[in-house]
């Protein structure tokens, strides 16, 4: 696997750029940079560095769950019955390759992971319970917590 280089530190040009297009990654360059008043060239290179560096990780869409009726969201609290490296790490390759899974967070605190699930009814949530976490003999046990409302979702980070 080819190693990403080391990001150099953003300045304030890299700031402005990302929160612009955090939210809207199809914003034209030449409006970025009328904007943030660089050339348009100057942007294409800043942001082609962020993408190399992994400063920006993906360019990606989000879906309005509802239209792809995707109607129950859950947030999973999986034990593990060990926090051995060999089960930890199946266990993320497991929750990773699972596209029901839409984040998934190895965490401290007496929870092995959480886990964002989205499905379209309960029959399909009972499905990848069984699938995930009553079949696998790595969990001691889940808790589900099925959403009411999505009150706020996304992947916008607050860039100083």
């Known amino acids: ?18 929160r612009i297009i955090q939210q809207d990654n199809k914003t034209p ?6 904007r943030v008043n660089l050339s348009a060239a100057a942007v294409q290179r800043r942001i082609a560095a962020m993408e190399n560096t992994g400063v920006i990780s993906s360019n990606t869409a989000v879906v309005n769950v509802q239209a792809v ?3 129950i969201t859950a947030i ?8 051995r490296i060999e089960t930890v790490d199946n266990a993320k390759n497991l929750f990773r390759s699972a596209p029901e899974v839409q984040q998934c967070y190895y965490v401290a605190g ?8 989205v499905v379209p009814d309960m029959t399909a949530y009972e499905e990848i319970t069984r699938r995930l976490f009553a079949q696998n003999d790595s969990v001691a046990s889940y808790r589900s917590l099925i959403a009411l409302d999505r009150v706020k979702t996304g992947s916008t980070i607050l860039i100083p």
Do not use: H, T, Y
Request: aromatic fraction near 4%; hydrophobic fraction near 45%.
């Open 69 to 71: 009726q995707m109607s």
């Open 29 to 34: 360059q030449r409006q970025i940079a009328e």
């Open 1 to 18: 696997m080819k190693k990403k280089p080391i990001p150099r530190p953003l300045d304030e040009f890299d700031r402005a750029i990302l």
């Open 110 to 117: 007496g929870v092995s992971f959480m886990l964002i699930v």
């Open 76 to 83: 999973v609290e999986i034990r593990l019955k060990d926090e």
